[in-house]
């Protein structure tokens, strides 16, 4: 199938202007939800807000099931301190580097949204000599863009402890075929998925096995797609950002095929089917390993899943702080993965 590569870029535009912390991913859910309620293909949810789609197969005793998260990284109101400014805790794993500076929302209970930035707590050079010091969780806070002075003030407002804080995405894209925002992990994969799903419904295509897709919603925190897997399924492929950096062969334009990451191997006979298929097709592609990363499939194995799991996605640089990727990334994942699910299963 021709990549649909435009449509893919703009469904991550829409993606991450939708706010999804690990925890509140709603909204998000919705998005996909409406998207791909005109395959008319069986959708559920299960209890822990994510997706799943499922598209009938040829063969309906060996299935598979492949996985992209929905939720990203973002914070909670830890304390409102006595100058009114909001102390902050990190949902999921990031650097306090990562978000000093950074544009935010507060969300409150009532549906408010407190617009804020999130700084160092003496920031300024012409009054703090140490300013420049290590970002930590208690030189952090959120300063709000309202007039406060106090707790009570904040308090007045409506925001209290447990308030979801969310990052602005600083979307941009570029001539060159590079995408810059946050939240492409791993929201660009779900992007692929959701317009692989809809050209596959477009060209009438019958895939040899019955495929479930779960948008995952739990995956920053480490026990992501691990439930509602069913039991024919005998491949799980998790469809994740790959993480570039030094020493890593990961770059923005291929495919990234994950050989293993901080759980462990992923499946040999998989990961090299996967390899054979990019040869074959002539797909971009990179074999890397990330040692301080997990996914959705490792996920499923820890909780017990009996299946053959591999993991594959887009390029992303500078993962969990000021990510970009390229079209031609994109491009290369999404092929890979239309290959694959044409495949008789091993």
């Not at 300013?131 to 930590?136: L, N, P, Q, S």
């Not at 019955?210 to 995956?219: A, D, K, P, R, V």
């Not at 500078?318 to 495949?343: I, W």
């Amino acid at each position: 199938m021709t990549t649909p590569i435009d449509q893919i870029v703009s469904t991550i535009k829409d993606l991450v202007h939708i706010p999804s912390p690990t925890g509140w991913p709603t909204s998000a859910i919705d998005y996909v939800e409406k998207r791909w309620k005109q395959t008319h293909w069986e959708m559920k949810r299960n209890a822990k807000g994510a997706l799943t789609l499922t598209i009938p197969g040829k063969d309906q005793e060996v299935h598979r099931f492949v996985t992209a998260h929905v939720d990203t990284l973002g914070a909670m109101v830890k304390e409102i301190r006595s100058d009114g400014k909001l102390a902050l805790m990190k949902i999921g794993g990031f650097g306090w580097f990562a978000i000093d500076g950074v544009y935010c929302t507060v969300h409150t209970e009532d549906g408010k949204e407190i617009r804020g930035t999130i700084l160092a707590t003496n920031p300024s050079v012409h009054v703090n000599p140490e300013a420049d010091t290590k970002r930590e969780q208690h030189t952090m806070a959120v300063r709000l863009d309202v007039k406060v002075q106090s707790k009570e003030d904040v308090e007045q407002l409506g925001i209290q402890v447990g308030d979801f804080i969310t990052f602005d995405p600083n979307y941009e894209e570029l001539e060159t075929g590079f995408i810059k925002t946050r939240h492409l992990d791993d929201k660009a994969s779900v992007a692929v998925l959701i317009e692989l799903v809809l050209e596959m419904k477009k060209q009438g295509i019958v895939l040899p096995h019955t495929t479930h897709i779960q948008i995952g919603t739990f995956e920053e925190v480490g026990f992501g797609a691990n439930s509602n897997i069913p039991a024919q399924v005998r491949e799980f492929l998790a469809v994740d950002m790959g993480a570039i950096g030094e020493g890593q062969s990961t770059d923005e334009f291929t495919v990234s095929i994950c050989a293993m990451d901080g759980v462990g191997p992923y499946n040999y006979e998989l990961r090299r089917k996967l390899v054979k298929l990019a040869k074959e097709y002539k797909i971009p592609y990179q074999i890397d390993l990330y040692p301080f990363y997990g996914s959705d499939a490792g996920a499923a194995l820890k909780a017990g899943e009996d299946v053959m799991h591999a993991l594959i996605g887009p390029g992303v640089d500078a993962s969990h702080a000021f990510e970009r990727t390229h079209r031609d990334s994109l491009q290369a994942t999404y092929q890979l993965l239309n290959k694959y699910l044409e495949t008789e299963s091993l």
